[in-house]
């Protein structure tokens, strides 16, 4: 066969063959949006109250979790109002026995309950509680009592975890630790006027 003959019917093949290759490649790539069209317009499964109350009941730490807590909210026992809210941070990790851990600077939250002025040279009492704190991003309530506060967070941190009391913060008594009724509620009595809880100052709570 004639060589050129042969390369001019290769070269007719590959001009008849492109025609109906490209529209191949198109038809498939109409297909291939067209899926990805489908998948984006499919609904995302919305998490349903029940998946919630598991995240949150998995991610509660259980009784008896001991949190170091450094306040970040400041109030004075004379100038203080019920309903005002308290901010804290967890002053370094706790481990929780199904394995996650309450990270360092997670967020503690709560409120003052009730506040009873000083009268006849006694001090103002304060009654706060500790009800919601942050968990891998998540809000979970909890219902703490208080073993112990001091001044600074040194101070408290360098005594063993079963500590009680208060060490550093002069005029300043602990009336009701809130582990019996009213649970969660923890009442604190000042001695003197003008005393004042300050940003920095450390809670050592217990999960009841």
């Given at each position: 066969?004639?060589k050129n003959a042969l390369t001019?019917?290769?070269?007719?093949?590959?001009?008849?063959?492109?025609?109906?290759?490209?529209?191949?490649?198109?038809?498939?790539?109409?297909?291939?949006?067209?899926?990805?069209?489908?998948?984006?317009?499919?609904?995302?499964?919305?998490?349903?109250?029940?998946?919630?109350?598991?995240?949150?009941?998995?991610?509660?730490?259980?009784?008896?979790?001991?949190?170091?807590?450094?306040?970040?909210?400041?109030?004075?026992?004379?100038?203080?109002?019920?309903?005002?809210?308290?901010?804290?941070?967890?002053?370094?990790?706790?481990?929780?026995?199904?394995?996650?851990?309450?990270?360092?600077?997670?967020?503690?939250?709560?409120?003052?309950?009730?506040?009873?002025?000083?009268?006849?040279?006694?001090?103002?009492?304060?009654?706060?509680?500790?009800?919601?704190?942050?968990?891998?991003?998540?809000?979970?309530?909890?219902?703490?009592?208080?073993?112990?506060?001091?001044?600074?967070?040194?101070?408290?941190w360098a005594f063993r975890v079963?500590?009680?009391?208060?060490?550093?913060?002069?005029?300043?008594?602990?009336?009701?630790?809130?582990?019996?009724?009213?649970?969660?509620?923890?009442?604190?009595?000042?001695?003197?006027?003008?005393?004042?809880?300050?940003?920095?100052?450390?809670?050592?709570?217990?999960?009841?």
């Open positions: 066969m004639d001019h019917e290769g070269s007719s093949f590959m001009k008849c063959s492109l025609p109906e290759a490209v529209p191949a490649r198109l038809g498939f790539a109409v297909l291939l949006f067209a899926t990805f069209s489908l998948i984006a317009a499919l609904p995302i499964p919305a998490q349903t109250p029940g998946d919630t109350a598991e995240a949150t009941q998995e991610n509660k730490p259980p009784g008896g979790t001991m949190l170091p807590v450094i306040l970040r909210t400041s109030f004075s026992f004379d100038k203080c109002k019920a309903g005002q809210t308290l901010h804290g941070k967890i002053a370094k990790d706790v481990p929780l026995r199904n394995g996650s851990v309450i990270r360092k600077g997670s967020d503690l939250e709560g409120h003052i309950v009730e506040v009873t002025p000083a009268a006849n040279g006694s001090g103002a009492n304060v009654a706060m509680q500790f009800e919601e704190l942050d968990v891998g991003g998540q809000k979970v309530p909890v219902v703490t009592n208080l073993k112990a506060i001091a001044d600074n967070a040194p101070a408290l079963d500590a009680t009391g208060d060490y550093g913060i002069d005029n300043l008594l602990i009336s009701h630790t809130g582990n019996t009724e009213p649970v969660g509620k923890i009442v604190l009595a000042s001695q003197a006027q003008n005393l004042k809880l300050e940003k920095g100052d450390a809670l050592l709570l217990l999960v009841d």
